[in-house]
């Protein structure tokens, strides 16, 4: 399974950027998540999407970004984007197997940067 990342880009602070992530042929989906990286930290979780339609942000996102997803693609919406905000941003697609446990599949990243 291959995950496809768009929408990274350089914007200035105050300012929005959507990215969007299709998951392609992919079944049994439990869940869609977006994840980010800043340079010397480790990965934490932004946003996620459950099958059923319901969200959950990080508090340092909430009210800034929204979470949403369509036909096994995910997206994620930045408004009031601040430096802080500056990382390399990752899809994350949760599936139940056959045999009871999940299994995560990783897009590439994107890079988002975010000038003062």
């Known amino acids: 399974v291959q995950l496809q990342a768009f929408g990274g880009g350089l914007v200035q602070a105050g300012g929005s950027l959507s990215l969007s992530c299709a998951a392609g042929?992919?079944?049994?989906?439990?869940?869609m998540s977006w994840y980010r990286q800043a340079p010397g930290k480790q990965r934490e979780l932004v946003a996620v999407i459950t099958s059923g339609g319901s969200t959950n942000y990080a508090d340092s996102v909430k009210d800034r970004f929204t979470i949403s997803s369509a036909k096994n693609t995910v997206y994620l919406q930045l408004n009031s984007l601040k430096p802080e905000d500056t990382a390399d941003y990752y899809c994350n697609v949760r599936v139940r197997t056959m045999f009871g446990t999940t299994r995560d599949f990783w897009g590439q990243g994107t890079q988002v940067t975010v000038s003062s």
């Open positions: 042929r992919i079944f049994s989906i439990n869940d």
